[in-house]
Every structure is written in structure tokens, then in C-alpha cells.
């Protein structure tokens, strides 16, 4: 079985530019979720899908970051635009439903903001 | 909103050592606890999970056990070996809402 599989790895952009994280969860799974990981710290969300409703994104700072998840499949993270803070690594994860299965994280996107 | 806190923030040990993580959670409501590990540069990869209705779990060298009077479980790593190393994470999961994870703890194995 295929984990989630996220691109771009690695993405360094000049500041005030765009830039957009892709992710694919785990076939089957219907609960994607975003989150923000800096140096050193825990995984913080950025939101949370089930299927392609967005039933948590309080923690999106909605001025600059918008997420998509067409078709209840894969999932779009967007910044625009980005600033020197917004440095740290994307990660997705997905799990079977919200209510009580196992989170699978994908690999990350590592954004560097010049 | 769940609170959770992870004790130590970092912990060396002799390789062959026992190594223990706590965490505490607040929200009596989290009945879903998971433990990831962290490999420098790679994702967080879940090691092991322990639910409410269970106070302790073991596979191989890892176990978790739970008090959930207390609100709190821990992470035992046995026969501690140098790829052991890495920053282990805690989370807490009230059923229906959003995990929330611990600071992390950087475990290093000393050879």
C-alpha cells in the first residue's frame, strides 16, 4: 500500500511570491489533514478534512493560506503571499475517518522563504 | 481544548538502557493516544498507539501505558540501540476532533 505521497520536497521562494504544496493520502482514506512543523516543535494543524469539507480550518491564517481538496481525493495548500515566517515544513497526513483510526504522515515539503 | 505536555525534552542514555517518556494530556474526553518518531529530515512515523479502554501495550522492545485517572501515559523503549535515536512525539486524540501533539522529546542513545 502506497503511503502519502506529497511534492514538492523541498521549495525555496523569494518573499511576497506564491507557492502551493500538493498531497495525495492514503487511497481509502477520507480525513486529510495539514499541518505546520517548525524546527524542533511538534506537529501544529492547519486543517482538517473529512472527505471535501473542511470541518476544521480555525487555525489557517486566512489572509495568505488557502487549502483545497477536490473530488475528496488529493489536497492543494497554498500561501500567497509567502513571508520570511512562514519558513518551516508542510506536512500532510490522512486516516480512515476523524473519529478513531491511526494518522499516517507523508514526507513533508521543506519551504525556505528568502 | 486538549492540552498536551511531553517530559523530557531531551534524554540521553547508554545503549542497552531503558529510555521513558511521559506525557500528560487534559481533555478527559481523548481516548486515542499514538507515538511517533521522528528520523531527522523524515516523516513522523507511528510507533505505537494505546486507546482508553486499554492501560498498557507492548510490541517488541517498545510499550506505552496509560493512567487515565491520572490523564497521563508514557513511552518505554527496552534495550535501547543507537537507531533508537530521534525525537519521539506524543499525541492525544478526543474522538472526532483534532490530534494534538506534545513538544517532542530528542532521545539519543550513547554506543
Known amino acids: 500500500e502506497a503511503g502519502v505521497v506529497q511534492s514538492p520536497r523541498y521549495k525555496i521562494i523569494e518573499k511576497k511570491q506564491p507557492v502551493a504544496f500538493w498531497c495525495n493520502p492514503i487511497?481509502?482514506?477520507?480525513?486529510l489533514y495539514w499541518y505546520l512543523q517548525n524546527l524542533g516543535q511538534g506537529p501544529e494543524l492547519l486543517i482538517r478534512?473529512?472527505?471535501?469539507?473542511?470541518?476544521?480550518d480555525s487555525q489557517l491564517p486566512k489572509d495568505r493560506f488557502s487549502a483545497e481538496r477536490l473530488k475528496g481525493v488529493d489536497s492543494t495548500l497554498k500561501i500567497q503571499p509567502a513571508e520570511l515566517g512562514d519558513s518551516a515544513v508542510y506536512l500532510c497526513?490522512?486516516?480512515?475517518?476523524?473519529?478513531?483510526?491511526?494518522?499516517?504522515f507523508g514526507p513533508g515539503t521543506r519551504l525556505t522563504v528568502t | 481544548g486538549e492540552n498536551v505536555e511531553q517530559h523530557p525534552s531531551t534524554l540521553s542514555v547508554q545503549e542497552g538502557d531503558s529510555a521513558v517518556i511521559k506525557c500528560t494530556y487534559s481533555?478527559?474526553?481523548?481516548?486515542?493516544f499514538p507515538w511517533y518518531k521522528q528520523e531527522l529530515g523524515k516523516r513522523p512515523q507511528l510507533i505505537i498507539d494505546i486507546r482508553s479502554n486499554v492501560g498498557e501495550k507492548k510490541d517488541q522492545r517498545i510499550a506505552v501505558t496509560l493512567n487515565k485517572t491520572a490523564k497521563h501515559f508514557s513511552l518505554h523503549i527496552t534495550e535501547t540501540q543507537p537507531e533508537d535515536s530521534a525525537v519521539y512525539f506524543c499525541?492525544?486524540?478526543?474522538?472526532?476532533?483534532?490530534?494534538?501533539f506534545g513538544p517532542g522529546t530528542r532521545l539519543s542513545v550513547l554506543p
Open positions: 487511497s481509502g482514506h477520507n480525513t
Open positions: 499525541a492525544a486524540h478526543p474522538q472526532g476532533q483534532n490530534f494534538v
Open positions: 497526513a490522512s486516516s480512515l475517518d476523524g473519529a478513531r483510526s491511526e494518522q499516517y
Open positions: 481533555d478527559s474526553a481523548s481516548n486515542y
Open positions: 478534512y473529512e472527505n471535501e469539507e473542511a470541518v476544521d
